[in-house]
């Protein structure tokens, strides 16, 4: 049992971060937490969240918060390029029991988890460098300042400052994915989550409540393009369904390079990596935000069992390591999908594509 006066820092206040203090706090400890940009922000996209997601929230007392915001999901629909039919995904048979599965906007995400962390952000503050010891961390902030800690939470992301300070893996990798993303006002109506899968590049499209629509869609490539909403335009004009009408209304695109990585050590010392600085990699399951927050309440279950600090480490590392080992392999299992030609693919969607893309979260239906 670890004791209650136990000095956390936890750094970066994203998906993962929030959800730590949250679970900690919910375990009796007082953490601090520390987020360089200025203020919580506002992230305009969208964001998807399967059933486990759902499960992990639950846990720590943020789904019915959660749940006025967006708009449940309770069917994928897979299509070709010209936006006929593949294959389709029940949500609510594959996740009954589980959790609801949602897709609604970042910031919202971002608010419920900000508030279940107490609020207790302190922005505009970045981690400099990191002097070990052996049951304890001094930490020295960018502005000069130095505190000592107990445990130091790496929720920096995937470019993590803190995993590069606590000198474990190298920078991430491309994966050789560029993603963009965009919200819709109006648009055609959908009531599904929606990708029609092309060569090497798809489109996916899901309302998230309020008339938005949240679109995603990717190609196979390293380079960010100079205009991403011309972009996006070109690559996609040929495409059917709702694609025409949702590249019409679509105003902003952003566009990222996707990375992956796998750190060798996610616990050097009295340091614990969790969310992307742990395990960052493809979005194509839509289980960031899921695998973060089940990081989260196994730290603190593990903490909160264990002995010692270095036990509680341990324990969480070797539960979680499995589940987002599983979650990097089937992420790759599905982007190889879009290397097979649509002219042999998808005649195997039609047939067994439902069985294939369920099979993907299969173990993530077990609890964490
Ligand atoms: C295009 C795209 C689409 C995606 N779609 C989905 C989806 O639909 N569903 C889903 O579940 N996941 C999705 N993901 C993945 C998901 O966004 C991430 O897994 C999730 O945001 C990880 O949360 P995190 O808190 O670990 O990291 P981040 O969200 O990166 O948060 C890290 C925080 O740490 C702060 N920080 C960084 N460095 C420092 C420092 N040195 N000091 C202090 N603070 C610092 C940052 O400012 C940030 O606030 C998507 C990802 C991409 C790229």
Redesign the pocket.
């Known amino acids: 049992m670890i004791e209650s006066s136990l000095r956390v820092l936890i ?7 929030l959800a730590v203090a949250r679970a900690l706090r919910l375990a009796g400890l007082k953490p601090e937490v ?4 200025p203020g919580p922000g506002a992230a305009e996209e969208g ?3 399967p059933g486990n ?1 759902a499960r992990a929230l639950r846990e720590l007392d943020l789904e019915a918060p959660l749940r006025p915001y967006g708009q449940v999901i309770e069917r994928q629909r897979f299509l070709d390029a010209c936006g006929g039919r593949l294959c389709e995904v029940d949500l609510t048979r594959l996740w009954a029991g589980v959790g609801e599965c949602r897709a609604l906007p970042r910031s919202d995400l971002h608010r419920v988890l900000l508030s279940g962390a107490g609020g207790a952000v302190r922005f505009d ?3 400099y460098a990191l002097r070990p010891a052996a049951s304890s961390v001094t930490v020295t902030f960018a502005d000069g300042r130095e505190g000592r800690y107990d445990l130091v939470v790496g ?4 470019r ?2 803190v995993r590069a300070l606590a000198g474990v893996g190298g920078p991430p990798r491309p994966t050789g994915l560029v ?1 963009y ?1 965009g919200v819709v006002i109006g648009g055609p109506p959908l009531r599904d989550w929606t990708v029609l899968l092309g060569q090497r590049s798809g489109f996916l499209v899901m309302p998230m409540g309020g008339g938005r629509l949240y679109c ?1 869609a990717d190609e196979a490539s390293t380079r960010l393009p100079a205009d991403p909403r011309a972009r996006l335009r070109e690559l996609f004009a040929g495409y059917g369904g709702p694609v025409p009408e949702v590249l019409d209304a679509v105003d902003r695109v952003h566009a ?1 390079v ?1 990375e992956e990585l796998d750190p060798g050590c996610w616990s050097p010392g009295r340091v614990v990596l ?4 742990a395990h ?1 990699c493809a ?1 194509s399951l ?7 927050v089940e990081d989260a309440v196994v730290l603190a279950r593990a903490l909160t069992a264990a002995g010692t600090v270095e036990e509680g480490l341990a324990a969480y590392e070797s539960r979680r390591r499995p589940r987002t080992t599983w979650v990097r392999n089937r992420t790759h299992d599905r982007d190889r999908t879009r290397d097979v030609p649509p002219a042999l693919r998808d005649p195997l969607l039609r047939g067994r594509g439902g069985r294939i893309f369920e099979e993907h979260y299969r173990l993530l239906v077990e609890p964490a």
């Open positions: 750094v970066g206040a994203g998906i993962a971060g520390v987020e360089r940009q964001i998807y969240l997601a503050t970045e981690v929720a920096d992301g995937q993590s400052t993603a993303r995603y990222a996707i969790v969310g992307d600085a960052a979005p839509c289980q960031g935000a899921a695998m973060a």
